[in-house]
Every structure is written in C-alpha cells, then in structure tokens.
C-alpha cells in the first residue's frame, strides 16, 4: 500500500492559520484606494491647474504635499481634509475646476474678487457640507445651476457682480431651509419673480436682486413666511405693477426695502408699513409711484433714518411726522 502524503499527518488547525496568513499577506500587497486627503489634494491641484497665476501667489505657495498649511486653505484638526478655501481677492483669472465637487467636507467656499470666468460647474453641488459661498465680484455667466440646491446646509449664497444670465431657477432655493442670505445683485438675470420662491426658507433674512432684469408685478406671496426678514433689495429691475398692499404683513424685523428705479405704478399703499416697526431705510426713487405720502407712516417706523422717493409723481401734503425723525 502507498503511504499516505505528508501533509495527511498535519494538523488541520495548522493549515487553517497558513491559509489565513496567506490571504493576509496577498491583500498587504494590493494597491490600496486613495484616501480622503489624497482626493483633497487632487482637487485643489486641478484647481490651480486651470487657473492663471499673474503675480505666482499659488505656484508660490501651493508646493508639496502639505496642503493644510497652503495659503487660503484650511484643514479639520482631527484629519488632514479641507474644510475652507478662502482667496478673497487673490488676483487669479480662468474658470472653476469641476474638481472642486471632490471635497466632501469644505464648509467654507469664499473665491470673491479672484477674476473667475466661465460658468459655475454643476458639480458644487456635491458639496453636501458648505455654508458659506461666496464667488461674487467676478465675471461667471451663464445660468445658476439648479444643482446648487443640493447645499441643503447652505447659510449663504453671494453670487452677485458676475454676469450671471436666465431666470432666478426655483428649484435651487426649495431644499435650502438653512439660508440666510442671498445675493444676486448686479448680473443679468431676467423673467418674473417666482411667486413662492422663498416659503420653504424661514430663516432667511438678507435678499438682495437688485441691477438685474428682472419683470413683471411684485408678487404678493413672496413674503408669506418672513418673520425674520431684514433686508430685501428689488431695486434696479424692470418691474411693474403695485406694490402689494399687504407684501409686509409678516415682516415685523424688517430694516430696508428699495424698490428704486423700477417701473411702479399707484400710490404707496396706506397698509405698506402698518406691520413694520423697525424700518430704517426705504427706497422709492424713480418708480413712478403718484398719490400722497401716507401720513402715518413716521408713526409706524420711529427708527427711520433714510427716505428716497426722488423723481415720483408724489403730491399732497409731506407729513407732519417727518419732524420727529430724529434719525432721519
């Protein structure tokens, strides 16, 4: 009879270790997948990679692979990932990298006064952590892009001073309950005002449109749910129509209107103020607007400090309150 292999007389538990050292050893040579830092520097590369660099403020400071420690870049202190780019006036030029999209945890995005051209890429919305988004006083144009409202922790949005083209896209601002302020001034929007664009965002406070295209009547409803409203700037569209009577109903923080250089039409509306206690400053110039100054209305806003209401058909008497406004 053949004798038995060898390997018959070898303990099985003995085997099951060399099988199991095997395996270990085999996935210790495999290539691993890239890190989470590893795709934060990939990111901020391709950034600086598209961009013009005049006066080499990144080719200076963005060298190695130390990227926490590069100019206008901040890192989490428990790992080695960006949460903030901040190059505020930094005299850059060319588009946004795409790549950008790629850091998961940035809370912070502030590329203002930086030259920036080209339109904004779509793949920011997959910034899931960002607060703050500041690319204003640049030349981006084209459409905002609808995925931007995927920042549902976005507290705000400052895109104004660009050429920024198309409609104020509804979609964008549905899912941002978080915003707080919101600047569009000075780009090239255009179409009417969504009547419900804001009902889903209580907490928004500052809204600024002014300079753009904007048309159509003034609607009602885009006030509904603004309790903490402070600032809204409409001035500088095309708008026509009234001012709604009761727009202020639900804005008892309201500081500011400017409704200046549109195409308003009526009277000031005797309700317009009757809710509003705070109101610092109201701008009605070049608007077209006609009838009398609403005599109550120095009685319902004692903080006034600034009324505009230049090249109007206003007639009647100017009210006796004006006389009080210590601060106008």
């Known amino acids: 009879m053949a004798a038995a292999p060898s390997y018959a007389r070898i303990p099985i538990i003995i085997i099951v270790l060399l099988l199991a050292l095997s395996a270990t050893s085999a996935s210790s040579f495999s290539p691993s997948p890239a890190n989470g830092s590893d795709t934060d520097l990939g990111a901020l590369l391709a950034f ?24 206008g870049v901040s890192c989490s202190r428990r790992r080695q990932r960006v949460t903030a780019l901040s190059l505020l006036d930094t005299p850059l030029a060319g588009p946004i990298a795409p790549h950008l999209g790629n850091r998961s945890f940035l809370s912070t995005l502030n590329l203002t006064g930086t030259n920036l051209t080209g339109s904004i890429p ?110 809204i700037d409409l001035g500088g569209n095309g708008l026509s129509g009234q001012i709604p009577p009761h727009l202020f109903n639900n804005t008892p923080s309201l500081r500011a209107i400017y409704f200046n250089d549109n195409s308003l039409s009526s009277q000031i509306p005797a309700e317009m103020l009757l ?54």
């Open 48 to 71: 600086k990679a598209l961009l013009a660099d005049p006066h080499d403020v990144l080719a200076g400071n963005w060298t190695g692979t130390s990227f926490c420690h590069w100019i």
């Open 122 to 231: 779509p793949e920011l919305g997959r910034l899931r952590h960002l607060r703050y988004l500041s690319l204003r006083e640049n030349s981006l144009s084209d459409a905002i892009p609808i995925a931007l409202g995927n920042l549902t922790r976005l507290e705000v949005l400052s895109l104004s001073f660009n050429q920024l083209s198309g409609q104020i896209p509804h979609k964008v601002f549905v899912r941002l309950k978080k915003l707080e302020r919101i600047s569009l001034t000075q780009n090239d929007l255009n179409g009417q005002i969504p009547p419900y664009l804001f009902n889903s965002t209580p907490s928004l406070k500052y809204r600024y449109f002014g300079s753009n295209g904007l048309s159509g009547m003034i609607p009602p409803e885009m006030l509904l749910r603004s309790n903490s409203l402070r600032e």
């Open 275 to 328: 809710h509003v206690h705070k109101l610092d400053s109201i701008g009605l110039s070049n608007t077209y607007l006609s009838g009398q100054i609403p005599p109550y209305l120095c009685n319902s806003t004692p903080f006034l400090m600034f009324i505009n209401s230049a090249t109007n058909n206003l007639s009647g008497p100017i009210p006796h309150g004006i006389a009080s406004l210590s601060k106008l």
